[in-house]
């Protein structure tokens, strides 16, 4: 298996200048990493909206145990 590599490796440097494919290979390091950060900002924000939806639902259901009712309008505006 080693030899299908280094021949792989003989094949590329052949067609591919040898510090054009490490800069592709950095790149693409670095892009990786950039789109693991992003994920992981991704999934801290569903985790807050998460959050918020659970406070909004025990705070609709505090506003209904006190016998009002909480209607939203398009407009951002809130009626009791």
């Known amino acids: 298996m080693?030899?299908?590599?280094?021949?792989?490796?003989?094949?590329?440097?052949?067609i591919i200048p040898t510090q054009s494919f490490m800069n592709l290979e950095n790149e693409n390091k670095q892009?990786?990493?950039?789109?693991?950060?992003?994920?992981?900002?991704?999934?801290?924000?569903?985790?807050?909206?998460?959050?918020?939806?659970?406070?909004?639902?025990?705070?609709?259901e505090a506003i209904n145990n006190l016998g009002y009712r909480i209607e939203f309008s398009g407009d951002n505006e809130v009626h009791l």
């Open 2 to 14: 080693n030899n299908h590599v280094e021949n792989n490796d003989e094949v590329i440097s052949n």
């Open 31 to 60: 892009l990786i990493e950039k789109i693991l950060e992003q994920n992981q900002r991704i999934s801290k924000i569903l985790k807050v909206k998460e959050l918020f939806e659970i406070a909004i639902q025990k705070y609709e």
